[in-house]
């Protein structure tokens, strides 16, 4: 098992950045997956960017260039770099662990962009 604890979001108007912050329970590199999803309301819960163990990253094609998913192995946290946000950016953003077939999440934490 793993405990996520998801924090940085905030309200930012469009154009801004911020940077979310995941620390898990246990070493991240026995993670096969860890990852930033969002859910927006009325919408369903789609993944943002992940990162596997061996490094490899994933984004999302709304986010290519301009958000970046990294880690620090030393403190077993998964960061995540957002840039130039938009609007349609606002969700709830959720940190995500994989251990084979177990998934867990953080509690969410809210990003708000305005116009």
């Known amino acids: 098992q793993v405990q996520l604890v998801d924090t940085g979001g905030g309200l930012v108007q469009a154009g801004g950045s911020l940077r979310l912050s995941c620390a898990a329970s246990?070493?991240?590199?026995?993670?096969?997956?860890m990852g930033w999803y969002r859910q927006a309301p009325g919408k369903q819960r789609e993944l943002v960017a992940a990162?596997?163990?061996?490094?490899?990253?994933n984004y999302a094609d709304s986010v290519k260039g301009r958000f970046t998913i990294s880690r620090d192995n030393a403190k077993n946290t998964v960061y995540l770099q957002m840039n130039s946000l938009k609007p349609e950016d606002t969700a709830v953003y959720y940190c995500?662990?994989?251990?084979?077939?177990?998934?867990?999440w953080g509690q969410g934490t809210q990003v708000t962009v305005s116009s």
């Open positions: 246990r070493n991240i590199l026995s993670l096969n997956a």
């Open positions: 990162v596997i163990t061996g490094g490899n990253t």
């Open positions: 995500n662990a994989q251990i084979f077939l177990n998934v867990y």
